[in-house]
């Protein structure tokens, strides 16, 4: 099919809320390392990287010749069968989790399935059923996920599950309370006991949260908050659960996982995205106390699949041998100095946050009223894809810019991009 045919087919046959950017569809074609190019040969800077997903590099060699031998000598047999490609991998993640004491893994195909397995398994560790995640939070598609979920756009259908709440967020740049970090004295974590007093049984299966929030826009909490909510949290019996689906594998620079930079250890971790470099994975890694306490039967069908598995441990591989978690901190801080020299030229961005390679803009129209800046960042999208950039949006209001490159870039791919978002601000 050309172009215009792929974009026929696209309306004709997909469901609609499956939204596409940009005012016309890009129709992708093919794609190497940091590139990506449209059906019409025409080369983009990929600095979303498929939603924080392509972590090595689009069409990693030495994470694909691994991938293709498996591929030859065993595709499938669900996790009614023992496999060496799924033991292996989840061996390794036993080896990495923090303290290492997160030792026991459940393999789901999405970051929605990993967390759903959490959920579960926390009720059934506690014997509570109450729930409690964060505002402006994203957890997945499914119902259950989508009650986790806290931007009503993200909820659909209607039916929601009961005993889940929504704490306020560590939202500095908007504060909830309308004071300033740190004479606040982290009002947002303190609130976490009244949240639970007033709006649970007072018993807690578990507190879900992304070290930083993707959907969210990045936001990035303080230092302090996860210890100080995470204590209140297991002083009413509940579990932490982090979701690394976004901030997992070395992308915040330095650690494995985002949480490890708040030192708080969590019960659960759950991820997906980067770990697969765009391979369908997800895990749930727990204590084993609390893996312990999922009883009775269960499956997974694609879950754990050798070529999979085969895959996500090429990728751990490949960032361990290459430093990718220091070039995460090396190069991120270099996108965050080029980042902040654009908020001086550009009083539209509001803020720069995020740590490693996972940084995000938050644009308003005005500084001091931070009016959320949301018809505006569609036209800067339509610029940045004009000038050969691939960037991502986010943010309850719709007005963050995303960005997460491929964990193997330079800093000469950092400087091409800043060139090209430069020129697409002075264009708006």
Request: proline letters at 4%; glycine letters at 10%.
């Amino acid at each position: 099919m050309n172009k215009d045919e792929i974009i026929l087919a696209q309306k004709e046959f997909i469901f609609p809320a499956v939204f596409t950017y940009y005012q016309k569809p890009l129709v992708v074609d093919h794609a190497k390392a940091q590139f990506v190019y449209d059906i019409d040969g025409k080369q983009y800077l990929d600095f979303f990287g498929g939603i924080v997903t392509v972590s090595v590099g689009h069409c990693n060699e030495q994470v694909n010749a691994k991938v293709h031998r498996q591929m030859d000598k065993l595709q499938h047999v669900s996790t009614v069968f023992a496999n060496e490609p799924q033991v292996a991998l989840a061996k390794r993640l036993s080896e990495i989790t923090p303290n290492r004491r997160l030792t026991k893994t459940f393999f789901t195909n999405s970051g929605t399935e990993a967390n759903e397995t959490a959920i579960v398994t926390a009720r059934c560790a506690t014997g509570n059923s109450d729930v409690i995640a964060l505002r402006h939070s994203y957890h997945g598609r499914s119902a259950l996920a989508m009650t986790l979920t806290a931007h009503a756009a993200w909820k659909l259908g209607g039916v929601m599950n009961p005993g889940i709440v929504h704490a306020v967020n560590a939202y500095c740049y908007r504060c909830p309370f309308g004071l300033t970090y740190p004479s606040c004295e982290v009002k947002c974590a303190q609130d976490m006991e009244e949240t639970i007093r007033t709006t649970t049984s007072g018993k807690i299966a578990a507190f879900i949260a992304e070290p930083i929030q993707g959907v969210g826009g990045f936001i990035t909490p303080p230092k302090e908050y996860f210890k100080i909510a995470t204590d209140i949290v297991r002083k009413y019996g509940g579990l932490f659960i982090s979701d690394e689906v976004q901030t997992g594998w070395g992308r915040t620079g330095g650690k494995w996982f985002g949480i490890e930079h708040w030192e708080v250890e969590p019960d659960l971790i759950t991820s997906a995205k980067g770990l697969g470099n765009g391979a369908p994975v997800g895990v749930t890694i727990a204590k084993p106390e609390i893996a312990d306490s999922l009883k009775g039967l269960t499956i997974s069908t694609f879950g754990g699949n050798p070529v999979t598995t085969t895959q996500a441990k090429a990728v751990l591989d490949f960032i361990e041998e290459n430093k990718l978690k220091e070039n995460c901190t090396v190069v991120g801080a270099h996108l965050r100095d080029r980042l902040l020299e654009l908020q001086k030229k550009y009083p539209m961005i509001g803020e720069v946050r995020g740590m490693g390679l996972l940084q995000g803009l938050e644009l308003v129209r005005d500084p001091k009223t931070k009016e959320p800046a949301t018809k505006e960042i569609g036209a800067l999208m339509e610029r940045t894809r004009e000038n050969g950039i691939l960037v991502g949006k986010g943010g309850l209001y719709g007005n963050a810019l995303r960005i997460s490159p491929p964990m193997n870039i330079g800093k000469s791919d950092v400087d091409d991009f800043i060139k090209a978002l430069d020129k697409s601000f002075s264009e708006i």
